[in-house]
């Protein structure tokens, strides 16, 4: 659930417990933030009951370790070309990080652009151990259903994020597409 007021995607706080209330259980809701306040974060999660938030701006691990132990974080770095493993390397031993979002370095906007990531340059950081000792890897960037299967195979992520890949028009998703992309990602991890 987006709470970033410049997305076409963003949803208000009684928007997001109408989605809650009719989640599955053992579904986990996340919250995604782009710079916003520490103070803002926690009143937002505790308002809707969140555990887990994605933090897709500049946030540093000084500001992840601020909203520990309420909430547990995935924080999207920018994946840009020679520079990733150093991008990386500050967010070894963050308590409360449970997941590295990889996100295209190739735009200023944060996330559902549509711009595919340089696949090359996270396979190129794995293979010279840059995740070693940090949460586990969730590809993002240009993801649609015709290209998530390869990047499964390919990066092996613990997870994949999706946005403007499985929409008809921007903000409007399509259950066609988003059938497909699961039936994709399913196919690709069990091989």
Same mark, same amino acid.
């Given at each position: 659930? #987006? *709470?970033?007021? @410049? !997305?076409?995607?963003?949803?208000?706080?009684?928007?997001?417990? =109408?989605? #809650?209330?009719q989640m599955a259980p053992f579904v986990t809701p996340v919250g995604v *933030?782009? $710079? @916003?306040?520490? !103070? &803002?974060?926690?009143?937002t999660a505790n308002a809707i009951g969140l555990g887990v938030v994605q933090l897709s /701006?500049?946030?540093?691990?000084?500001d992840v370790a601020a909203i520990a132990?309420?909430?547990?974080?995935?924080?999207?770095?920018?994946?840009?070309? /020679? @520079?990733?493993?150093?991008? =990386? &390397? +500050?967010?070894? /031993?963050?308590p409360n990080l449970v997941g590295l979002l990889m996100e295209p370095g190739t735009t200023n906007e944060p996330g559902g652009t549509g711009v595919a990531n340089d696949w090359d340059e996270v396979i190129? @950081? &794995? &293979?010279?151990?840059a995740?070693?000792? =940090? +949460?586990?890897l969730i590809a993002a960037g240009g993801l649609k259903p015709?290209?998530? /299967? $390869?990047?499964?195979?390919? =990066?092996w992520p613990v997870a994949v994020d999706v946005s403007s890949g499985v929409e008809s028009e921007r903000g409007v998703k399509s259950q066609e597409k988003i059938a497909a992309f699961i039936q994709n990602v399913r196919d690709a991890d069990m091989k």
């Open positions: 659930m #987006i *709470f970033h007021p @410049a !997305s076409p995607r963003n949803i208000s706080i009684e928007r997001a417990k =109408l989605i #809650i209330e *933030f782009v $710079d @916003a306040s520490t !103070s &803002q974060i926690k009143e /701006g500049r946030e540093t691990p000084d132990p309420l909430l547990r974080v995935i924080k999207a770095i920018r994946v840009v070309r /020679g @520079a990733l493993a150093s991008a =990386l &390397q +500050p967010w070894r /031993g963050v190129a @950081a &794995q &293979q010279a151990g995740f070693e000792g =940090l +949460p586990p015709e290209n998530v /299967g $390869d990047v499964v195979r390919r =990066l």
